[in-house]
Structures are given as C-alpha cells and as structure tokens.
C-alpha cells in the first residue's frame, strides 16, 4: 500500500499580496526604463548637438586659419614666427624675399646673422644688400615670438632726400645770414680805412680810427670762426674723454676774462669722476667755453657762475652752467639755440648753436631755463660710455 504525498495547502490571500508586490515592481521597472531611455535619447541629442557646435566652431577656426593663411601670404610686410627654441617655424614669401636663407627649423640668429649687416637702433636693420628694414616683435604666450619686418628703404630715401634739402634751404639761410652779418662790420672797416688813408688826419684821429678799423676786423674774424665751429660742430672723431678735464680745459682758456671781470665760480665737477663719455675732447671743451663766456657776457662785472654735475641716471651724466645775470627773456627761450639769433648789440648769435652742434653729436641734449641764481642755466645731458668700453685714459693734470 503506497505512502498518499500531502499538498501544501495555498493561501489565496498570500498568493494575491505577491501577485500586486511582482505588478508594482514590474511597473516601476517599467517606468523607471522609460525614463532611462528618455534620458539617453536627450544625452544622445545633447552629445550630438554639443558634436555640431565642435564641428561648427572647427570649421570657424579653420576658416579663420586660412583667411589668416591668405592674409599673411598677401601683406607687404615679412612675417616670421620663431618658437621658444629659436627656431623658425612658419614665414610668408614677403619673409622669403627679405631673408633669402630662411627655412623652415633654422635658428633664426644664423638666419639674422647672414642677412644682417648692422643695427644702429634698436628694430631698425640695415641688410648686406643695402635695404633698411624696421623690425618689431612680440611674444606669443610662451610659445615663441612673432616679428613683422617692414621695409622702409624707399621712405629712407625720401626722409634722406628731404632731409638733405632742408639742409640745402638752411645752408641758403645761413649763408644770407652771414653775408648780412659780415657786412655791418666789413662796411665799417672798408670805412675806417678810407679814412686812414687821408693825410689831414693828427695822430689822435688816426689812433681812433685805427682802433675802430682793428674792432671791425676782429668782429668779422670772431663771426667767421665760430661759423666755422659751427658748422664742423657734428663733425669730429671720438674718444672715451673724461667730461671735468673738458670743463678745465674751457676754464683755462678763459682765466684773463674771469679775473678782469671779478667773476665768481662754484664748481663741483664729482659726479664726472664716475665714468667716461664717447667724445671730442676740444669740441666739448669749446661748446663748455661758450655757454661760460655766455654768462660772462650777460653778467658783467662780479657775475657769480654755479657749474655743477649730478648722475642720478645710470646712463647719463646732467652737467649745468648757470649765473645770477639778467637770465633768458621767456619770448626769446624758443629761439635761443638758433643760428644768428641773438640779444646783443655785438653778438653773433652762434655761441650757443655751436654749444648744441656739439652737444648733439655728443649724443646728448640740451636745455635752457631760468636759473635759481636769478639768471640763466643751461642743462647739458651726456650719456655715460659703458664700462667695458671705457679704458683707462690719462687725467689731465690742471
């Protein structure tokens, strides 16, 4: 006889818990999956739309890049980027023809160095073939630099021819300047001699005119020479020079006028002890002996000249003449470094015109103003020669 298996026995009400647990998970699944693939349908749209925009921007950027390419091989002016290496790493044809040599991973300083002859300022090159180029540059967020080359030999031309011209219409200037000039005296020693020449005059009257004819020739000869220093005043070879054995120099050659005037200096020459300048040791000392004798002609008798030098720059040396005489009247200021412009009945109106030839050949500048003495100051500017050019010279001993 067979063993009856029992059946477990359901529970209904069980069995319909389950049923509605298993129908809320399955919806929720459901929901949760539709919102899923609404989420991925809107990341994909996102993602492609993001997609466009890089493909859109990369079109931008690259048309931007071959209207650039297009625009520096179309400029005049050379362009050449060099990277942080020194190489070079791109250049338009403009660049090419400046720099016959250049290529593409050169060491832009050997290209400069064949094709460079010398610089004489800054940006501004002159080429072995004989072109001017203007050079500027600027770095590229450290990622190299760029320079744009600019050829200006034809304005160089132009500016020279220009520039020469001026110098022919101011040489015509000069010159009817200085026939005006010299007639005045010349007229009256032509004269004072035709009076020589009469036998009627006593000895006194031929004293006199003799004195007056003597006066007129040496008016002349003093305008003839300082015209002359004038115009030699930018031309003269150059040396490291100490600036006080200048100033000594002028002060030498000036001793009767300072004594028979009573003058009374104040000098302080310390600060040229602390280097050398490039220059011409007679011109500077003549350009310093002009603007004294200056002082001395518009001081008078017990007139006191302050000569002092400052170096508060390290690249230059200010040296100032300066006097308690009745000083520069404001409306003449401007006009005062003009060529025969002058306040004195006697003057000739170049002593300061040569001061600043010199000055300027010097490489320096100079200025006049009024002096806290109550008179004139005249402020010269000369720049320091460096160290490492300036050899030790022998001191003038005074």
Do not use: C
């Not at 040296?319 to 009247?329: A, K, M, Q």
């Not at 003449?332 to 009945?345: G, Q």
């Amino acid at each position: 006889m067979g063993t009856a298996q029992i059946q477990p026995k359901q529970d209904p009400q069980a069995l319909e818990q389950a049923f509605g647990v298993f129908n809320a998970l399955s919806q929720q699944l459901t929901t949760a999956y539709a919102q899923l693939e609404g989420r991925v349908v809107a990341l994909t749209e996102e993602l492609a739309g993001t997609r466009r925009e890089r493909l859109d921007e990369r079109a931008q950027k690259e048309h931007l890049a071959d209207q650039l390419g297009v625009l520096l091989e179309a400029l005049p002016a050379a362009i050449v980027l060099v990277d942080v290496r020194d190489r070079v790493d791109r250049f338009n044809p403009a660049a090419e023809q400046l720099f016959p040599s250049l290529a593409w991973g050169r060491r832009w300083s050997e290209v400069k160095e064949e094709v460079v002859a010398a610089e004489p300022t800054p940006g501004d090159w002159r080429l072995r073939d004989g072109r001017r180029v203007s050079v500027s540059q600027r770095p590229l967020n450290d990622r190299g630099r760029i320079m744009v080359v600019v050829d200006v030999t034809d304005q160089r031309r132009l500016q020279e021819r220009a520039e020469r011209q001026d110098r022919l219409t101011a040489m015509g200037e000069m010159a009817a300047q200085l026939a005006h000039q010299v007639r005045t005296p010349l007229s009256t020693s032509v004269l004072y001699a035709g009076q020589l020449a009469k036998g009627s005059l006593s000895d006194q009257q031929r004293q006199q005119f003799s004195e007056k004819l003597l006066d007129g020739l040496r008016h002349t000869e003093t305008l003839v020479r300082e015209m002359l220093a004038f115009s030699r005043g930018g031309s003269f070879s150059k040396q490291p020079i100490h600036v006080d054995d200048a100033m000594m120099t002028a002060l030498a050659g000036l001793q009767p006028r300072l004594r028979a005037l009573g003058a009374r200096l104040d000098i302080d020459l310390e600060a040229t002890r602390r280097g050398q300048i490039a220059g011409n040791l007679d011109a500077l000392a003549g350009a310093l002996s002009n603007l004294i004798d200056n002082a001395l002609n518009h001081g008078g008798q017990g007139v006191a000249i302050r000569i002092t030098t400052t170096a508060d720059d390290a690249e230059f040396l200010t040296l100032s003449v300066e006097d308690d005489g009745p000083g520069i009247d404001p409306v003449a200021l401007p006009r005062v470094f003009d060529p025969f412009f002058t306040t004195r009945e006697r003057g000739t109106g170049l002593g300061l015109a040569v001061v600043q030839a010199v000055v300027l050949e010097h490489g320096g500048s100079l200025r006049a103003a009024k002096s806290t003495l109550g008179g004139a100051r005249f402020d010269i500017q000369l720049p320091w020669l460096p160290a490492a050019q300036a050899p030790q010279s022998p001191r003038k001993q005074v």
